[in-house]
């Protein structure tokens, strides 16, 4: 089993919808991560949570709002989706270890808004 | 903020042939990650590099990391068709190991 799902993989919906994207992970790493990548323009950090209690916005959290659930647990909410989010979204989870912060990613939800 | 840049963007090259990417920062690098990722897929980590002149192996890839150019190299050795995908470098821009900034990524296909 993979050490961390995304689900759903895919989604089509429409502007102005309510979108949830949930992120699970198996690996008992603190740190969790929302990233969504576009053509051109790479990765870009959205939100990132070091505990359950510890929420961080990223670069581009606007009109974006997450929710951490448990240790394992990192959601991702479009609240009112717009065509400018369409992009491949990707959790990952990390573990501090000697000074260095590896990331390790899920699978990626492709949405689609139209 | 630190920016990553990526060289060449894309690269084809034919099958046992050797090829290298390169990243380099707008700022000190304190830590450089590689990540390979097929088309649409999740980022699969490569290696990590801590320290300045640190090289890392991992079959036929290789890694190194140069501090003082603020720079990064990846090398491929005898290319296979299973190396192909996206290869992606990400830097810790605080040297604090909160978050990490990626570069855009370099496009590999490797023919027959």
């Known amino acids: 089993d993979a050490d961390v799902t995304q689900t759903p993989r895919n989604r089509i919906t429409k502007t102005g919808k309510r979108i949830m994207l949930e992120c699970s992970q198996t690996k008992g790493h603190d740190r969790m991560y929302w990233y969504r990548q576009d053509p051109g323009l790479g990765l870009r950090l959205i939100y990132y949570?070091?505990?359950?209690?510890?929420?961080n916005k990223g670069e581009i959290s606007d009109g974006y709002s997450v929710s951490r659930q448990a240790q394992a647990k990192f959601s991702l909410s479009l609240e009112s989706a717009i065509p400018n989010q369409t992009a491949l979204y990707f959790c990952a989870t990390s573990d501090l270890i000697r000074g260095m912060d590896t990331q390790y990613f899920g699978p990626g939800t492709r949405l689609t808004v139209l | 903020s630190q920016e990553l840049e990526q060289s060449p963007q894309s690269l084809i090259v034919q099958e046992g042939k050797n090829l290298t990417i390169n990243c380099t920062s707008s700022?000190?690098?304190?830590?450089l990650y590689w990540y390979k990722q097929k088309y649409g897929e999740g980022l699969i980590f490569l290696m990590m590099?801590?320290?300045?002149?640190e090289e890392k192996s991992h079959e036929k890839i290789t890694a190194k990391l140069d501090e003082k150019k603020q720079q990064s190299s990846l090398h491929i050795t005898a290319s296979q068709p299973s190396h192909a995908g996206i290869y992606l470098c990400?830097?810790?821009?605080?040297?604090?190991?909160?978050?990490?900034?990626f570069g855009t990524g370099t496009r590999l296909q490797v023919t027959l």
């Open positions: 990400g830097a810790d821009p605080t040297g604090t190991a909160s978050k990490l900034t």
């Open positions: 590099l801590q320290k300045g002149g």
């Open positions: 700022k000190t690098l304190y830590g």
């Open positions: 949570s070091f505990d359950v209690k510890d929420i």
